[in-house]
C-alpha cells in the first residue's frame, strides 16, 4: 500500500501530541526535583533495568542502546556477502527489539513519527510536491 503526503504532513505535531509532550516534560521536571514519586519503575524494555525517574531511563537508553545499535549497523554496513547474511540473522531480534524500545522512549527530532509508523503498518510513505498544480 502507498500513502501520499507533502513534507508538512511528516513534520506537523498535531496539538494533541504538543500538549502530552509538554505534560511529560513537566512531570519529569517534578520526579526529578522529587516533588512526584512513581509507584511502579520505568522498565527499559531492551535490558530490563529499572529505573525511577523517566529521564535517567532515557539517558541510559541513548548512552547505552543507541550506541549499540549504531555498532550493529556499522558493522552490517562494512560486510559483504555471506558473512553480512550471517550479521543480519544474528541481530535480527536485537535491532527489532531495539527499534519497539525506542518508539516508547525517545521523541523524534522532527514531527511525531508519522512516517515511522506509516512504515511500520505496511505502508510506503512518498512525497507529492506541495506546489498547485
Known sequence: MVAYANR?????????VREQRKERKL???LENRGVVARVEPYLCRVCGRRFY???????HFKQIHEREQAKRLNQIESARGKRRVKLVGKFAMK???YRN???DVLTPK???????ELK??????????????
Not at 127 to 133: D, L, V
Open 110 to 116: 522532527v514531527g511525531y513519527g508519522l512516517g515511522d
Open 101 to 103: 524500545a525506542a518508539r
Open 8 to 16: 508538512h504532513a511528516f513534520s506537523y505535531v498535531p496539538s494533541a
Open 53 to 59: 525517574n523517566n529521564e535517567k531511563l532515557i539517558n
Open 27 to 29: 512531570l519529569n521536571h
Open 95 to 97: 535491532m527489532d527489539k
Open 120 to 133: 511500520r503498518a505496511g505502508y510506503w510513505g512518498f512525497f507529492i510536491s506541495s506546489q498547485s498544480s
